[in-house]
């Protein structure tokens, strides 16, 4: 496992990258200087060798060779450049006959090959054969026709030179890049193990800092060696914000929740307590407290139950039933359900549908999150007043605006609606029933079915609820 981690360590990668790159870069430029000083060295060796036959075929053409093979001066010069060179000389002649070789072997005998055919229709011909590492010039001797007066090649002078001695050097040469190759990655493993500590430290340093912070409130070191470093110092100032506005909403969250569960259990408490204090209390007392407390242990329940509905629904999409549903009767089941509630706080329920629509839901769920809207606008309204329900559609969406005419919603309290246990109208919080969850529930439900809610509100006037979902439900999509 430590070993695991060792070479996942970004010194360690640093290190090996400026290794590798040290070595390619060193075995490249041996090769390549290796190759270019072996190839420079030969074409000087051709160039040299050509310019010294081109010289003696000059010779040979004043020395009249090919009719007289018996000068002494070219004879000479002919095995001066074979020593020199350490290879051989052969002359031909215009029927393809040696009439000389410094190795004596070939005189008398014919040589018909590509170099000397290409000769003969006046070109140099320069070659290097690596097999037998010699290289091979083929030079024309021109000479004057002596009816026509005209150029033409009488003779060919085919050389070779060996270059044991250039291959020697260039071999030399190459063992000292070896030795100096291995010098320069010895050296620089120790640089690239120094750079690479270098490089690592201002992560080291954030690393560190993250390690020790312990506190919302304590800052981070700045490290703007890289702008990397910085950047994942600013990332991490920004998580920790949001961790901190999490955990003062879980906290703000815990005692809100326990004071909504307390409130019922002291009233409970408060009310058996009195029961006790009346040793001869009548018949109708205990019924009426017996009622109240009944309702008290209903409100606790309630509250119980949104908090799990809650619960679930934050653990994602898993428990969504979704089947294709008929929306406008959805809406007529609800509002024919809420209209006792509607009649009693004398408040028309208006539904408007301009289409048939069909859309995959969660009907359960769905059903609970638009009764919500729709109780809220019956409870926060005024008396007489009306509710307004209007269903559209799209090709690719649905939308449902429920507007009433109730008393509005203060511009710096509509952000806050969707929160958990926020009460509207916290002057009448008490007459009104509720837990503070059914709308941060409808906005869950709504999100989970891949759709949106926005909220607008006149104070005085009246709130509209705009929801707008998607006909088709993609698991898992957006």
Not at 111 to 131: A, F, H, K, L, P
Not at 141 to 155: P, S
Not at 238 to 252: A, G, I, M, P, Y
Not at 400 to 419: A, W
Request: charged residues 25%; hydrophobic residues 40%; contains cysteine.
């Amino acid at each position: 496992m430590k070993r695991s981690e060792y070479l996942k360590s970004f010194r360690l990668r640093i290190f090996i990258v400026i290794v590798i790159a040290v070595l390619v870069s060193a075995t490249v430029m041996r090769v390549a200087s290796g190759a270019n000083l072996r190839d420079r060295m030969l074409d000087q060796r051709t160039k040299e060798l050509t310019e010294q036959i081109r010289v003696l075929a000059s010779r040979m053409k004043n020395y009249d060779f090919f009719r007289d093979t018996s000068s002494e001066a070219i004879n000479s010069q002919l095995s001066q450049l074979s020593t020199v060179y350490e290879g051989r000389i052969l002359v031909i002649d215009q029927g393809f006959r040696v009439i000389s070789d410094t190795y004596d072997i070939s005189v008398g005998k014919y040589m018909i090959g590509e170099e000397v055919i290409r000769c003969y229709s006046g070109q140099n011909v320069t070659n290097y054969d690596r097999s037998s590492r010699y290289i091979e010039v083929a030079v024309p001797v021109t000479e004057k026709d002596g009816v026509t007066g005209e150029m033409m090649v009488g003779g060919v002078i085919l050389a070779s030179a060996a270059t044991d001695a250039i291959l020697r050097t260039t071999d030399d040469i190459s063992r000292r890049g070896w030795i100096i190759e291995i010098v320069l990655v010895v050296v620089m493993i120790g640089i690239g193990a120094g750079v690479a500590s270098l490089m690592a430290k201002p992560f080291e340093r954030v690393s560190k800092a993250m390690g020790s912070v312990v506190s919302f409130e304590e800052d981070l070191p700045v490290v703007s060696d890289y702008k990397e470093t910085q950047e994942i110092v600013d990332s991490f100032h920004k998580l920790r914000q949001r961790l901190k506005t999490l955990d003062e909403s879980r906290q703000e969250f815990v005692s809100n929740v326990s004071h909504e569960l307390k409130t019922p259990i002291a009233s409970i408490k408060v009310l058996a307590d009195s029961l006790n204090m009346q040793e001869d209390a009548p018949l109708e007392m205990y019924k009426d407290f017996m009622h109240d407390i009944s309702d008290e242990i209903d409100r606790e329940n309630e509250i119980i139950t949104d908090l799990l509905e809650l619960v679930r629904m934050d653990k994602g999409s898993s428990g969504m039933h979704v089947e294709n549903i008929k929306v406008n009767e959805l809406l007529e089941q609800i509002t024919k359900r809420l209209g006792p509630l509607a009649r009693k706080s004398e408040i028309d329920l208006i539904l408007e549908s301009r289409r048939e629509v069909n859309a995959d839901m969660d009907e359960v769920k769905m059903t609970r999150a638009i009764t919500n809207i729709i109780e809220n606008g019956i409870k926060y309204n005024k008396h007489p007043g009306w509710v307004r329900i209007v269903l559209d559609a799209d090709h690719q969406y649905l939308t449902i605006t429920i507007t009433d005419s109730g008393t509005g919603i203060p511009e710096s309290e509509l952000g806050h609606i969707f929160e958990r246990f926020y009460r509207g109208d916290k002057s009448h919080s008490k007459e009104i029933s509720g837990t503070g969850l059914g709308l941060a529930i409808t906005r869950k439900t709504i999100l989970l079915h891949r759709g949106s809610i926005d909220v607008s509100s006149v104070l005085g006037e009246g709130t509209t609820f705009t929801v707008k979902l998607p006909l088709s439900y993609i698991e898992g999509g957006r």
